[in-house]
């Protein structure tokens, strides 16, 4: 009954009151009303075994019993019934999970366990010598902790909720940015699953995800804090802007002063450091 109950107030939420940061697909009302029927049938089952045994301790299932006092006649035609099509509709919930958003429930436990130690907000320093490609173009280039990342995301959009760029307006959700990315993966991953290379497919920026979104993320963390599977939304980000500026020098015209800024100064504040 409590799960029924919790099914009931997850449909409630989700397409009555409707909060911003949970967007609807099929998937979810698929199985929302998947669990609901298992459930149901369940008491079906509970109800028309309890009318056909009549068992002393009925009184203990409360629902069961109740469900049994409609099905007098017939009960173990109508047990058999119940059983085949809960049993049928449970396995096949089972296997369904891996095709839909139910996957994350192994996929994030696994993000969860192989959560970066480093400290929150430290980025991977690149190996300017001997590194070939600098930043992520293509969505192989990722490590395969950031693509298991997308695929441990449960949209739950709490770091959407707490985002200060997307609270002021601007064109990013960090939720959006990782469905965006994991929709990307999905579609190439048949190719990459083949062998092939995306090598003259275009960059992630421009296509499933916008420059514009890249560059207002202030990189704050404030995301990462909130996610409750471990996603690391910075790393992306910074990965895509190094792309951007190091491989296309493709990046907002209001960073060329910084750059210079950086290429006089800082290095040679670094030097007189060094050779103090
Ligand atoms: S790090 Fe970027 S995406 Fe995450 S909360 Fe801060 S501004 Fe938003
Ligand atoms: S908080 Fe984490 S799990 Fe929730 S939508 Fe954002 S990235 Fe996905």
């Not at 969505?139 to 298991?148: P, V």
């Not at 296309?248 to 030097?271: C, H, I, S, Y």
């Amino acid at each position: 009954m409590l799960a029924i109950a919790g099914v009931l107030v997850a449909i409630f939420r989700r397409y009555i009151q409707r909060p911003a940061r949970l967007n609807n697909t099929a998937d979810n009302a698929i199985l929302l009303l998947w669990l609901l029927f298992i459930l149901v049938t369940g008491f079906l089952v509970e109800g028309t075994r309890i009318a056909a045994t009549e068992p002393a301790w009925k009184t203990w299932s409360p629902v069961g019993a109740f469900v049994g006092t409609a099905f007098t006649a017939d009960a173990r035609l109508w047990h058999s019934m119940f059983w085949w099509i809960h049993m049928l509709a449970s396995f096949g919930f089972i296997a369904y999970m891996p095709f839909s958003r139910l996957k994350h429930i192994f996929t994030s436990a696994m993000n969860i366990y192989l959560r970066s130690q480093k400290p929150r907000g430290e980025i991977r320093t690149i190996d300017i010598e001997n590194a070939e490609i600098f930043g992520v173009g293509k969505i192989n280039d990722f490590s395969w902790k950031n693509l298991l990342d997308l695929d441990a995301c449960t949209s739950c959009g709490r770091c959407q909720d707490i985002c200060p760029a997307y609270l002021s307006d601007k064109p990013l959700s960090p939720k959006k940015l990782i469905l965006d990315l994991l929709d990307n993966l999905n579609e190439k991953a048949p190719v990459l699953l083949k062998g092939g290379s995306l090598e003259n497919e275009n960059p992630i920026v421009g296509t499933a995800v916008e420059a514009d979104e890249v560059w207002s993320c202030t990189t704050c963390g404030a995301c990462v804090e909130a996610c409750p599977v471990f996603v690391e939304h910075i790393d992306k980000v910074v990965e895509l802007r190094r792309d951007r500026v190091l491989m296309e020098g493709d990046f907002p015209a209001e960073l060329n002063q910084t750059f210079k800024g950086m290429e006089n100064n800082f290095n040679r504040q670094r030097v007189s450091t060094l050779f103090k």
